[in-house]
């Protein structure tokens, strides 16, 4: 800690020859025109003194990107449908083969999307998959587009989308059935998930749904892969996007429902690219209809 301010004895009072310099020094600055404030009342050419605004200055709308996905996003670019999203999050890769993505978050502005943030990912161990039909234990992320509508965890961070509190109770289904790719509370058997027990090894502290092979983008299949989930734990995964806890939390607490998730190869995803998109169409860009 600092100690107490104490009064320098030594330039606590002023000799007499030195306030004549003081005094002298005053009159000349007013003479000069360098006073450090103006005189009562008014400047110094006797006008009223101007009122610095104390009023907190108007936040700049965002503009619609320049470049990057969002900018992509704007242009018409993407091969899938993202409907009337206010947020689409992307999670690219150079190629499917791949195990790393981009996520990249775009809000709706006036005339386009603009850039939120960027950020590093990982996605499963096999590279990315066909659009809407990426099957199970093949260990891929689906390709595509997919709503945003359901998210859990330790604690709700304070989102909008409907969340759910983990129990020791809590499972994701994976058998066939009334609970399959759904939430459930209950005894659960494999391949049900124990979402209690991830979350604790930590990588489902917080987690938001996508909507791959579920309502409500599409009747759910068994057969296709199911629990696909944007979490924390940055490492590869069965399938789900993986990164920092606090990009999950972020993601929350902007994302309202039908807010959009788009995963796939950037070949894949936007027209013009250089692959052939990963459901096998050569259609030199034509949007597929997710809904």
Known sequence: MKGPLRRNRRTASVTAPTAVVMIAVAIAATVTGCMVAPPPGGGASGGPTAT???????????APATSGPCHRLSDGEVRFDTGDAQRVV??????????????????RVQGGYAEEWVRPA???????????????????????????TEGFGRVDPGTDLEYHELSPDSHWGGRPGPHFNQ???????????????????GLYEQAVVVNFNRPPDTEARPGLSFAIFLHAGMAESWGCVSTDADTVVQVLRNAV?????????????????????????????AAVQID
């Open 52 to 62: 610095a605004s104390t009023e907190p200055p108007e936040p700049m709308e965002a």
């Open 90 to 107: 992307f999670a690219l890769g150079e190629q499917r083969e791949t195990t790393e993505a981009t996520l990249t978050s775009c809000h």
């Open 122 to 148: 990982r996605i499963g161990s096999g590279g990315f998959g066909p659009v809407d039909t990426t099957e199970v234990n093949t260990l891929q992320t689906p390709t595509g587009s997919y709503t945003m």
């Open 257 to 285: 429902p039908g807010d959009r998730f788009v995963l796939g190869a950037e070949g894949d995803v936007f027209t013009g690219g250089s692959t052939t998109p990963a459901d096998g169409r050569s259609d030199g860009g």
């Open 183 to 201: 939430y459930f509370e209950g005894e659960g058997q494999w391949p049900d998930e124990g979402l209690w027990e991830l979350m604790e090894d």
